[in-house]
């Protein structure tokens, strides 16, 4: 059975950082892309960024160059580096594998103005 665990969130001013985490198990997490999620009130779920076992990676747009996606295959885990965090930034952030359409609870990122 695979779990994708989220932690992390919280609050933050704009232009303050943070970091999310995702634990993974139930998978060989070392076999597959990996990806974090968002969807902010009353808007559909976007991509915000994914990583290949290898480490490659690519992101939305919108968050190219204030956040930073890795992983370490060693752990099972994904992180989410999050700077210059912007009130748009605000939603609830979710970690995906594609391969196995499954989905964690997600964490609540919240970014004040």
């Known amino acids: 059975q695979v779990q994708l665990v989220e932690s992390g969130g919280g609050l933050v001013q704009s232009g303050g950082s943070l970091r999310l985490s995702c634990a993974v198990s139930?998978?060989?997490?070392?076999?597959?892309?990996m990806a974090w999620y968002r969807q902010a009130p009353g808007r559909d779920r976007e991509f915000v960024a994914d990583?290949?076992?290898?480490?490659?990676?690519i992101y939305a747009q919108s968050v190219k160059g204030r956040f930073t996606i890795s992983r370490v295959n060693l752990r099972s885990t994904m992180d989410l580096q999050m700077n210059s965090l912007k009130p748009d930034d605000t939603a609830v952030y979710y970690c995906?594998?594609?391969?196995?359409?499954?989905w964690g609870r997600g964490t609540q990122v919240t970014v004040s103005s």
């Open positions: 995906h594998s594609p391969a196995h359409g499954a």
């Open positions: 139930g998978i060989e997490f070392i076999d597959y892309i």
């Open positions: 990583i290949t076992p290898g480490g490659n990676v």
